[in-house]
């Protein structure tokens, strides 16, 4: 059984999300910035994130996390109220467990995506949250996803897993 056949099982019992937050990276290493609706491309990723032209079909053309992941890496790092934009992810949702996602389909708005893998901390994420911010985030950095079909998504849209085959 494959990865992606195990968690298609998971599908029918979760519930759907809610986008809570859009975050886009003009340049690499430049500050999120915060919008209420984006353009997903299909291959490519969110219109006006700097990795959206850098590497089509790659696997990592959106980043993902959950509020319930922010607030288990608020717990094991002590701080409170951690801003999504300094977590470097593109899109927050809430009321799903993104790990049951993995290698699913869904979407968001009008766009359909596909999870690729975990999104794992870099090491700057110790820089940003303080010593030990990488560990907390361990297993709870999100996904990353790839763009299936071009679509508008906004802030409140549904987060619907889509089965397949």
Not at 119 to 145: E, F, K
Request: proline content about 4%.
């Amino acid at each position: 059984m494959t990865q992606k056949q195990l968690f298609a099982r998971y599908l029918k019992d979760l519930p759907d999300g809610r986008l809570q937050w859009i975050g886009l990276r003009p340049g690499h290493k430049q500050e999120m910035v915060r919008v209420e609706t984006a353009q997903a491309i299909a291959r490519l990723g969110l219109e006006g994130d700097h990795r959206c032209y850098k590497t089509p079909d790659s696997g990592r053309q959106v980043t993902l996390i959950s509020t319930e992941f922010i607030h288990i890496i608020e717990t094991y790092t002590g701080l409170t109220q951690i801003d999504p934009a300094l977590l470097r992810r593109n899109l927050v949702v809430s009321g799903i467990n993104l790990n049951a996602l993995r290698h699913q389909q869904f979407r968001i708005g009008h766009a359909l995506f596909e999870a690729t893998a975990l999104c794992h901390p870099c090491v700057r994420m110790d820089q940003t949250l303080g010593s030990g911010g990488a560990a907390a985030m361990l297993g709870y950095g999100g996904l990353c996803a790839r763009v299936l079909e071009s679509g508008e998504i906004r802030l409140g849209d549904l987060l619907k897993p889509v089965a397949t085959g």
